[in-house]
Antibody, heavy 120, light 107 residues
Framework: QLQLQESGPGLVKPSETLSLTCTVS????????WGWIRQPPGKGLEWIGS???????YSNPSLESRVTISIDTSKKEFSLKLSSVSAADTAVYYC??????????????WGQGMLVTVSS | DIQMTQFPSTLSASVGDRVTITCRAS??????LAWYQQKPGKAPKFLIY???SLEGGVPSRFSGSGSGTTFTLTISSLQPDDFATYYC?????????FGQGTKLDIK
């Protein structure tokens, strides 16, 4: 049974860098895209970006200048860094797997999510 | 970016009702559309892909249809476990985008 688990600090100060890691267990990290999605309290879902197991990445243009996504297949982990955070970045952050169904990839498995609060 | 618009934003219904949620894309996405169910405090759950294909384990009372720019999610006979928020998502191209959600609550 594939499981994803987000980890990292739950509180980040304004202007600093948010860093999260997603650990994959119960399945392979290879041959998949892996994504980050966030959800501000009481609001909808926003795709942040994705990383392929080979290391190629795609980011939301609205966040691209602040986002770094990387992957370590030996540790079965992928990571998100979001720089220069503000209160608007307070959200539940989810990691997820993108599964290839017919050539494109919906998000079939999600982590439980982690609330990250930006506050001094 | 492809904009996804869902309606209604809130839907009140009773157990046993048939309900339909609509999702519109700002440009054609063929059938590259997914639906998710989210309950409070939980991660979204993957329900439907390619607009109409049920993910394994999803009850058959859920169905999806549509192509191009207009899509629907139908629940044929609401069960107590179905009261939740539903999101559509296009995965035709990055950046992936989601509808704003439809909250289905008990009448």
């Amino acid at each position: 049974q594939l499981q994803l688990q987000e980890s990292g600090p739950g509180l980040v100060k304004p202007s600093e860098t948010l860093s999260l890691t997603c650990t994959v267990s119960g399945g392979s990290i290879s041959s998949y895209y892996w994504g980050w999605i966030r959800q501000p309290p009481g609001k909808g879902l926003e795709w942040i970006g994705s990383v392929y197991y080979s290391g190629s990445t795609y980011s939301n243009p609205s966040l691209e200048s602040r986002v770094t996504i990387s992957i370590d297949t030996s540790k079965k982990e992928f990571s998100l860094k979001l720089s220069s955070v503000s209160a608007a970045d307070t959200a539940v952050y989810y990691c997820a797997r993108e599964v290839d169904y017919g050539g494109k990839q919906p998000l079939d498995h999600w982590g439980q999510g982690m609330l990250v609060t930006v506050s001094s | 970016d492809i904009q996804m618009t869902q309606f209604p934003s809130t839907l009140s219904a009773s157990v046993g009702d048939r309900v339909t949620i609509t999702c519109r894309a700002s440009q054609s996405i063929s059938t590259w559309l997914a639906w998710y169910q989210q309950k409070p405090g939980k991660a979204p759950k993957f329900l439907i892909y390619r607009a109409s294909s049920l993910e394994g384990g999803v009850p058959s009372r859920f169905s999806g249809s549509g192509s191009g720019t207009t899509f629907t999610l139908t629940i044929s006979s609401l069960q107590p476990d179905d009261f939740a928020t539903y999101y559509c998502q296009q995965y035709d191209s990055y950046p992936y985008t989601f509808g704003q959600g439809t909250k289905l609550d008990i009448k």
